[in-house]
């Protein structure tokens, strides 16, 4: 199998060829859609978005996405209103996926702190498409469908057992199995019969997973609400004009979502805890439980309808789960919510946090090929002192679109028996980001070092890593430049002897001089520096020094030369 790029351009054309079945696959890249016989025998209700849903969500994900982006986007719910109907065929689940959660994003992009710091917060409402993508391709084309049915069929775990039992009941009728409790269901199963559970389970839990995927974070608009609502109760025009009571006591929501498989099965002083702090992941699964539970129409679904929905809880439910340095998540034990938070945890590719601040374009020389830099109105460059004057009378403060990772890429190795995901950070924009937020390389490592070691030692197969490299440290994303160019410091000296500006020539030569004179970690610290207070200011200096030569660089070494 050739090397999958997973990015958002891949995600729409993929998704046309899944739901739709257009764009034949002439790269032969995916060679698995979704099976006929999954999809709903009994009689599907009309569906298809109004133009109001249509015109609303368009305006609302234009502001940020833009146009063409947005069209693509509603596309894809398109798709995915035709799964749920066409394949889960659950009526009224749609409305958790088609509503205003674009405009209610808007405002969450915008949000900072009474420091006037940014929250941190990156899209959600597209980033469940693109975990659906990412899981997708992994459960239909590297094998981990099949091997998560055969884990849940070997494992006794409380949710296993559930799934497993309500499977051999949907393909055997109760009669068979009314006696015989969870625990030992998979005792009755002849040979013959043991596919058809089998077959009946790799449905249950690519529909599972997808469900899951494309509403883990629907309460994440509600975390925004309740923030936002304590900041009111500070503000001195809320006395006795608005209700103190903006969310629902747990005991209430307890009551009504007792007899659910998320209450069942998970300690409620753990449920209660992440509701107390207002974490998506509780507030997501509840919302979905909510939808069928609080008018009573969990009890009118098809016991397989109502799996789904009590599985797909508890999976949104686990993605947010934090666990002490001695524990972690477990595939063995309950390997779909493992493969939604997984999935969750390496959608990094696009996907971006908005910030406001007086940053300015970096303009490049083209004399000496040096960085102009900006003193308010004037852009000089410090080398050659070429000026430029901004004559825009009206001033503005900029909304920039943080993101660090392009893409990813997933290749499969067949001799170690691996699929490796390479999330792929973007060189330069590590180095540029380093200018504003020293730390935000730090906090993506951090995050990603967790992932590769909650892939460490699981029954995967076949077995899932990660790879990567980040860094705040200059020296080793120039470094980490040439290793990924098949260009030798030959080849690149031969290069800048030919620069005909003489001016750019000797700056290149000085810049490259100054590389090879100094070790890696003896000017900025290690490969992931967090000692802010020493290096911040030092790296700092070295960019803006040096930035423009460091571009050209990497232009020549991807064989654009300038």
Not at 6 to 33: A, P, Q, T, V
Not at 330 to 338: A, E, L, N, T
Request: hydrophobic share 35%; net charge neutral.
């Amino acid at each position: 199998m050739s090397r999958i790029i997973i990015n958002d351009k891949e995600m729409y054309r993929y998704f046309d060829y899944l739901f739709y079945g257009h764009g034949e696959d002439e790269k032969g890249i995916y060679k698995h859609r979704l099976k006929k016989e999954w999809k709903k025998k009994s009689l599907i209700a009309p569906y298809g978005m109004t133009n109001c849903n249509v015109n609303e969500m368009m305006g609302s994900k234009s502001l940020l996405y833009g146009e063409r982006d947005a069209r693509a986007q509603l596309c894809v719910l398109d798709g995915m209103q035709k799964f749920l109907h066409e394949y889960v065929g659950i009526e009224g689940l749609e409305k958790l996926l088609l509503n205003n959660y674009g405009t209610i994003e808007n405002e969450i992009f915008f949000e900072h702190d009474a420091k006037g710091n940014p929250v941190h917060i990156r899209e959600h409402a597209k980033h469940q498409m693109k975990n659906a993508f990412l899981g997708s391709v992994l459960l239909l084309e590297y094998g981990y469908l099949e091997d998560i049915v055969k884990k849940i069929m070997a494992a006794e775990s409380s949710t296993a057992n559930y799934l497993v039992y309500q499977a051999i009941t949907a393909e055997f009728g109760n009669a068979k199995i009314s006696n015989i409790s969870q625990n030992t269901v998979r005792g009755i199963l002849e040979p013959e019969y043991r596919q058809n559970v089998i077959d009946k389970l790799q449905e249950w839990t690519y529909k599972i997973f997808m469900i899951s995927s494309m509403l883990h974070d629907i309460g994440y608009p509600l975390e925004y609400y309740l923030r936002t609502a304590k900041t009111l109760t500070e503000f001195p025009p809320y006395l006795n004009i608005l209700s103190p009571v903006v969310k629902a006591d747990f005991a209430q929501i307890k009551a009504t979502l007792l007899e659910s498989q998320l209450f069942q099965q998970t300690d409620h002083i753990k449920i209660r805890q992440k509701y107390d702090m207002n974490n998506h992941g509780v507030l997501s699964a509840i919302s979905l439980l909510m939808h069928f539970y609080h008018n009573g129409k969990i009890y009118t679904l098809k016991p397989e309808e109502r799996c789904l929905i009590e599985m797909s809880a508890i999976a949104i439910y686990h993605h947010t789960d934090k666990f002490e340095s001695e524990f972690r998540m477990s595939y063995q034990k309950d390997p779909i919510s493992y493969m939604v938070r997984i999935c969750d945890d390496l959608q990094e590719w696009e996907r971006f946090k908005i910030i406001m601040n007086d940053k300015h374009n970096y303009l490049q020389c083209g004399r000496c090929g040096s960085l102009i830099l900006s003193n308010h109105r004037e852009y000089k460059c410090s080398c050659c002192g070429q000026m430029y004057i901004k004559v825009t009378q009206i001033n503005n403060r900029k909304m920039n679109y943080i993101c660090l990772c392009d893409e990813l890429f997933i290749e499969k190795k067949l001799k170690e028996n691996q699929v490796v995901i390479i999330v792929h950070f973007n060189l330069l924009k590590q180095l540029e980001i380093l200018m504003d937020d020293y730390t935000a390389i730090i906090r993506r490592g951090k995050d990603l070092e967790k992932v590769k070691n909650m892939l460490e030692m699981q029954s995967m197969n076949p077995k899932l890593k990660v790879a990567y490299f980040v860094s705040n440290n200059p020296y080793y994303l120039i470094e980490q430049m040439l290793q990924e160019s098949d260009k030798n410091f030959e080849d690149i000296q031969q290069w800048i002897n030919n620069i005909e500006e003489e001016k750019k020539r000797e700056n290149m030569k000085k810049f490259m001089e100054d590389y090879l004179q100094h070790g890696k970690e003896a000017l900025y610290g290690s490969q992931l520096e967090e000692n802010s207070l020493k290096y911040e200011k030092k790296v700092k200096a070295y960019i803006q020094k040096y930035y423009g030569e460091i571009y050209s660089l990497f232009q020549y070494l991807n064989g654009s030369v300038l």
